[in-house]
């Protein structure tokens, strides 16, 4: 139901593009431009116009509350002396939110808000200034009706004129113009242009108390708040009595009237400004310090001369073109000019309320359209930012305190047992919001409300459809997911395990104990098994006594066993349960998989063969008092064979990664990496290969395939591109001497010398390094190959594998640009690139994903680089295809979308 406010307004389209906003919304929302609203259209107060910035309202941004000197000692707890403010009820949805914010009744004329909001020392003179104004406007008609004056000067005021000023000032109240980029710079009415027709002679302070008197009503009327129309009527009256007082003079000095006005315009502009600058301390900078950042010359300049050129149209007409028209007597003449020039001016304040409207009914429904809303940004976040598309705010939150005063607000909740308020605020000197502010803010904070409750009935319903009700563990749906994912994002280096866990002789105990006993040892045993896991591993339950453990991140099929055993370990520990030690027997089944599967289900079924095996060998009479692992030998074995087979029969592939320069922006080398996709078990990580190669003493003729299919690669690379003529190649440091592959890798070099060969070797073998590898390495430099330490930066490198053995390139690893946001990593790798260029190495950074980091890496002096921002491994075809498209140019354009 439409609740209470402090204000209300029907001008609430305020600005354009450069109002100033925060570009936080969450914690200072500063409203939303409407595209069509010209630069005089500023919704904010003053003047002529208490808004809050004359009324005050206190608000965190207000520059005036939050002065260390300000007079009153509560102005940094505005709701301390209203009590309607603390008692307003909260709502929970899914009932329409109630909207809770201040009354014009709460505000009270002698009491402490009104000097929490103005200030003492601005509230009661300004507003003792319109009771003076109303007191000499009664005592200079009492004059005229009483005076013994001749009847051409004594004769009472025409009533219908001022009849006509009244209602006329009361239409124009609401149509106000601002002079700053913040809604807390001041606006200015222009009603101040309606007493050009006055009779100053006789009538000064009459005319003048009868427009403020209709200033004050039309303040009253948009605000609902005495208070704040007093102060904003007595501003406006001090600054029409300053207009008039400048007309008169100068009009009886016999000045143009063309200047009289303009100069009476910048007096009028000067004591509004005047007084609120003095007012709020100065404070008119966008960072609400002293200054006057936030203030505008052109949209003053814009309010200066729509003034004067209001009150020279309605003077002109006035004198000289109405009575062409119109028979009439002089005072009746003006009160139709007025009226006419407010009805105009009125109907300019409805066309900018239908804007503002239309702006609410597209907020509106572009929120209804949206749902439902997207929570990956968070609820509150997209509240604030349907609020600010919505209505015009000077800022919005969500928060946990009640609205205060010139705020509206209604209850919301965004999270369970989370109550909060979904609060828009304007700055003092804002306009006060409208009632379908508050209607449309309504709007958005049950539409917020039930999206929250829909996305955790959501969430409830996933979790339910995907966890176990007894443990609360994945089921089995939910962990044939998990599966998927673990094995589809692993790295190609990274392995899994599969383990499947049986309870044994769980039947039994169910039929012995009861059923609850069995509850009881299940959720023992998740709970363990949870404790007992990685956080990167999953835990499920698939059946009445059957788990499933997930091991991610693996390198080798010994860490999974020792993995196996530490878990298998934690769930086997008795349990007691009224005063009975329950001993609980697993039969475990573990598949390893090194590379990534084709179908990773045939891993479950791997480990569930295992587990059988292990219940079958203890009903055969194996051990059946402890827990057992049972390691699948199918895959391994048949890994093995793969591999064997590929090697031998030459089945191996060979892809290529270009390394380039990175101020050139141009392909110097390329990378020669080994693959191996066998059609069943899908590709087999690089490093399960290089293991089993090693395993079973085919590792240098692995490299040896490697090599000659890179250098014939090269070669062909060459006739295409002939800048091209580095081909690098990974080798173990022992694989350097000629009783393996050094005396091949010299031949090859004779074989193709326009191609420099590269041996990368792997830091981590420089360990071990010898001096006959020491002059082996020399002899292969001496031949015209070069020698390259690689993955240098990974796990615990040396300083002493730069100097161990001689080498021509340094390869960094990807872990030391993993997070180049740490200056360390930024001084680390400028180090190294400085030692290389002292040295005389060449430096080449691996592990480019990205244009930040490599924008980053060329700010630090790195000059050469490799990863997948320059290119994926490709094969040799793929390679050519690139190379005749787009030359050595290092960053290949995207393709353009289809259409």
Known sequence: ????????????????????????????????????????????????????????????????????????????????????????????????????????????????????????????????????????????????IFSGLPSDIAAPADLAYFVALFISTLLVTDFRLSVGRLASLPSVSLAVSLLVTADFANQFFLSIAVWTLGFFCGLLLNSRNPSLSLYGSGLAALGATAWVAVVKALADAGVWPVAYILVATAVYLSVILGIEFARQKGRWSI?????????????????????????????????????????????????????????????????????????????????????????????????????????????????????????????????????????????????????????????????????????????????????DSLTGLPNYSAFRTALAKANEERSYSGAIAVLFIDLDSFKQLNDRRGHHVGDVMLIAIADRLREAARPGDVVARVGGDEFVVVL?????????????????????????????????????????????????????????????????????????????????????????????????????????????????NRIWGYEALVRLTDPDLGAISPGALVERAKSFGRMDELTRQVMSKAMTAARAIQLIEPSIATMTVNLEVGQITDDHLGLFAKNLADRYPSISLCLELNER???????????????????????????????????????????????????????????????????????????????????????????????????NAQGYYYGVPATYEQVVDRLNRHGTVALVPPAPKAR
Not at 289 to 316: D, E, K, N, Q
Not at 823 to 845: G, P
């Open 765 to 863: 073998s420089l360990r071990y390094v010898t001096d006959d590898l020491r002059r082996q390495s020399q002899a292969l430099r001496d031949h015209g190959i070069l020698i390259a330490i690689d993955d240098y930066g990974s796990e615990n490198s040396s300083v002493g594998s730069l100097v161990r053995i001689p080498m021509d390139i340094i390869k960094l690893d990807r872990s030391l640009i993993d997070d180049l946001d740490d200056y360390r990593q930024r001084e680390v790798v400028k180090a190294l690139q400085s030692f290389s260029d002292s040295t005389d190495y060449l430096t080449i950074v691996e592990g480019i994903e990205s244009k930040e980091t490599a924008e980053i890496l060329r700010r630090v002096g790195v000059r």
């Open 1 to 144: 139901m439409p609740g209470r406010r402090v204000g209300e307004d029907s001008v609430s389209d305020i600005g354009d593009e450069s109002y100033v906003r925060d570009p936080d919304p969450l914690k200072r929302s500063t409203g939303q431009s409407d595209p069509g609203q010209s630069d005089l259209g500023r919704g904010e107060l003053s003047p002529g116009h208490p808004g809050p910035s004359e009324s005050g309202v206190p608000t965190l941004n207000d520059p005036t509350l939050n002065d260390p000197n300000a007079d009153d000692p509560d102005a940094d707890d505005p709701d301390a002396d209203d009590p309607t403010v603390d008692d307003l009820p909260d709502h929970d949805p899914p009932v329409l939110p109630e909207p809770v914010h201040s009354a014009w009744s709460e505000i009270r004329v002698a009491g402490v808000l009104v000097s929490l909001q103005i200030g003492r020392s601005y509230f009661w003179p300004i507003s003792a200034a319109a009771v003076a104004v109303l007191v000499l406007g009664a005592l200079n008609a009492a004059k005229l």
């Open 552 to 664: 991610t991140e693996l390198r080798t099929l010994l860490e999974a066993k020792e993995l196996a055993e530490q878990i298998t370990a934690a769930a086997g520990m008795p349990i007691f349960y009224e005063d009975t030690e329950l001993r609980p027997i697993l039969s475990v089944g573990l598949a390893f998989s090194a590379h990534r599967e084709t179908d990773p289900n045939q891993l479950v079924i791997d480990a569930d063969s295992s587990m059988l095996a292990v219940k079958k060998s203890r009903r055969q009479g194996g051990p059946s008092s402890e827990s057992t692992i049972n390691i699948s030998p199918h895959r391994s074995a048949r890994i093995n064979d793969i591999v064997a087979d590929a090697i031998d029969n030459e089945k191996l592939t060979v892809v290529f990664q270009p390394i380039v320069n990175m101020i050139e």
């Open 287 to 467: 960072q609400h310090t002293f200054g006057i950042s936030g203030f505008s010359a052109r949209r003053l300049l814009g309010v200066y001369f729509a003034i004067s050129a209001l009150a020279l149209a309605i003077g002109y007409i006035y004198s000289s073109l109405y009575f062409l028209l119109v028979e009439v007597n002089q005072t009746h003449r003006a009160a139709g000019i007025i009226l006419l020039a407010g009805a105009i001016l009125f109907l300019a304040s409805k066309w900018r309320q239908q804007r503002a409207l239309r702006r609410r009914l597209k907020g509106l429904t572009d929120a209804a359209l949206r749902l439902p809303w997207d929570t990956s940004r968070g609820l509150e976040a997209i509240a604030v930012e349907m609020v600010n598309n919505t209505i015009v705010a000077d800022r919005v939150d969500v928060r946990a305190t009640k609205p205060g005063h010139n705020e509206i607000g209604y209850s919301v909740r965004l999270a369970p047992d989370q109550h909060a308020y979904l609060v828009a605020s304007r700055e003092v000197s804002a306009v006060p919001f409208a009632r379908d502010d508050e209607r449309a803010l309504e709007a958005l904070a049950h539409l917020a409300t039930e999206a929250a409750r829909v996305t955790e009935d959501m969430a409830d319903l996933v979790l339910r459809a995907n966890s």
